[in-house]
């Protein structure tokens, strides 16, 4: 959703960037992991400074792809590495929010935390499944962007359990628009 309405009023200021970029777009990408690791270590011990740093890290996540298509390098290995490092980024984001909760010994952050990933993970699983059944699955209103900057958002604002509510809530929601587009789309190619 976010990205789909950020991607393409982005694009063309990005494209211009991304020919400047002196490096690959898979160098690029490997670097906004790394990044995004530091940040998710920070983000563990101090929320604001942490959330801070998730959201500039993030901003390698968009460039990678940028850089891919304004240099003609797009791949499937630059893709398939992408999506590989964006489900260890995400890991990374929920399980430090998960020790930041287990430090302050709050119960209901740790869970929400765990449930929080558990969906994430899920949203990806089901546009894989349904991707390998020839199905295109790009909906959703917790896709990757949205669940980067609302956790973002929650850490820098302190308002983590609140964030982590709604995103326990929406991530599983959009697992479940996902699963029901699948079966729409199934059932309309064998009719």
Not at 79 to 86: G, H, N, T, Y
Not at 135 to 156: D, Q, Y
Request: aromatic share 8%.
């Amino acid at each position: 959703m976010l990205s789909k309405k950020l991607g393409r009023s982005l694009e063309r200021p990005l494209f211009r960037l991304a020919l400047l970029v002196p490096f690959t777009p898979n160098t690029v990408t490997l670097t906004g992991f790394v990044l995004t690791i530091v940040a998710c270590i920070v983000l563990s011990l101090n929320l604001e400074i942490g959330g801070i740093l998730i959201l500039l890290s993030g901003c390698f996540d968009m460039m990678d792809g940028a850089v891919a298509r304004a240099k003609g390098m797009v791949t499937s290995y630059g893709a398939f590495l992408d999506s590989v490092l964006d489900r260890y980024a995400d890991a990374a984001m929920f399980l430090a929010i998960f020790w930041y909760m287990v430090l302050r010994e709050n119960t209901s952050g740790m869970l929400l935390s765990l449930v929080s990933l558990v969906g994430s993970f899920l949203i990806s699983y089901a546009k894989a499944r349904a991707e390998g059944l020839g199905v295109s699955c790009n909906l959703g209103i917790m896709e990757r962007p949205e669940r980067v900057v609302l956790l973002a958002v929650g850490a820098t604002t302190g308002y983590i359990i609140p964030v982590l509510w709604i995103m326990s809530a929406l991530t599983h929601i959009t697992v479940m628009q996902r699963i029901l587009h699948t079966r729409r789309e199934l059932l309309r190619r064998n009719n």
